[in-house]
């Protein structure tokens, strides 16, 4: 008997709020100076909410709570989350309410050494501006931090609010499927894709895009625990489901470095300021410290050890906003 046919997958719906193809193009300076052809995604020109990868995961998840009659959407994260800016201003446009429970510095087992922990400005302007319900808790585990979100969807809940509880990042199987579409945009053909992976959908959606091709889809992590990858396999499931001829990826398939982490999970490292400063002083582009900023370091690393060639795309993820933090 012949196996079941496969039912046509359904795609996922998806809402307008980015402006897309967003841009592409070479980076002369640098790709003289590194001896490659250097080339730069423009994520962080999306044109919504001062940019930043989380603007497409959210075409398609503003969809399903738009879907759902949802009235409020909660979240966790880093008080100086790119995801809860993105979010709350597509919220905000869909009247909808957005809370978020936040720690400056949320960590897995030890805090990080870092001067930073109260860092001030940023996107916590954006967020009030936005008026996102902020609910600040001091820092401890993610464990914890998720707690907290699960309370406060309780209370939204108790309060008669049909309430959607919005995964950290927006990675869930839909913001993979937002990078898997987002791959179409390309109209060359690169040796290797470099950018900041963290809750894994932008690496999902680009592994699949990219799995049965010659280029290589290397994520940077921004975050210190390996184990990561066993969640990035939980998008993939999903993403299984609306793929045909899907490749099914498991945790040891993705391509994922962890050697430019540097201090930890939102602290800046020293080589990543570094690649801050050479990218706006050779192209007029600013990368940001806790994401675009640690992953072109790697990226300059790994050309100059010979492990990265020819036609390079660097996917510029956004992060801005954290350039213009402070503490006390
Ligand atoms: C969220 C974020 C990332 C990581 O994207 P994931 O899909 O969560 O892995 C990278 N860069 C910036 C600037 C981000 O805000």
């Not at 075409?59 to 759902?68: C, K, N, R, W």
């Not at 179409?184 to 680009?206: N, P, R």
């Amino acid at each position: 008997m012949p196996p079941p046919r496969k039912l046509l997958p359904v795609s996922p719906k998806r809402i307008h709020l980015i402006q897309t193809p967003t841009p592409l193009h070479r980076l002369d300076q640098l790709s003289a100076h590194l001896g490659i052809d250097l080339w730069i995604k423009r994520d962080d020109l999306t044109g919504f909410a001062l940019g930043g990868n989380k603007g497409r995961k959210l075409e398609y998840l503003m969809a399903e709570i738009l879907d759902q009659g949802i009235q409020a959407v909660v979240t966790c994260g880093a008080a100086q989350s790119n995801f809860i800016r993105q979010l709350g201003a597509a919220c905000s446009t869909q009247g909808i309410q957005c809370a978020a429970a936040v720690m400056a510095m949320p960590f897995d087992v030890e805090p990080p050494e870092s001067n930073l922990n109260d860092a001030l400005g940023g996107n916590l302007v954006l967020d009030r501006i936005l008026g996102i319900d902020l609910r600040f808790y001091p820092n401890d585990t993610w464990e914890t931090l998720y707690l907290h979100a699960e309370e406060l969807a309780k209370e939204f809940e108790a309060k008669g609010y049909r309430t959607y509880r919005m995964p950290i990042g927006g990675s869930s199987p839909l913001g993979a499927y937002a990078f898997y579409q987002a791959a179409k945009e390309l109209e060359l053909t690169f040796d290797s894709i470099v950018f900041a992976s963290s809750s894994g959908s932008t690496h999902t959606g680009l592994a699949y895009a990219f799995h049965s091709s010659a280029t290589r889809v290397l994520g940077i992590a921004c975050d210190p625990e390996p184990e990561i990858t066993q969640d990035f396999a939980l998008l993939a499931r999903g993403l299984d489901e609306w793929i045909i001829d899907s490749p099914c990826l498991q945790a040891d398939d993705y391509d994922l470095n962890f050697d430019y982490v540097g201090p930890g999970y939102g602290v800046p490292s020293q080589k990543g300021i570094e690649a801050i400063e050479l990218v706006a002083r050779m192209e007029g582009i600013f990368l940001d410290p806790i994401y675009s900023g640690k992953a072109f370091s790697g990226l300059l690393d790994l050309v100059s050890r010979g492990e990265l060639q020819g036609r390079v795309l660097f996917w510029h993820t956004g992060g801005i906003p954290a350039l213009f933090t402070h503490g006390d």
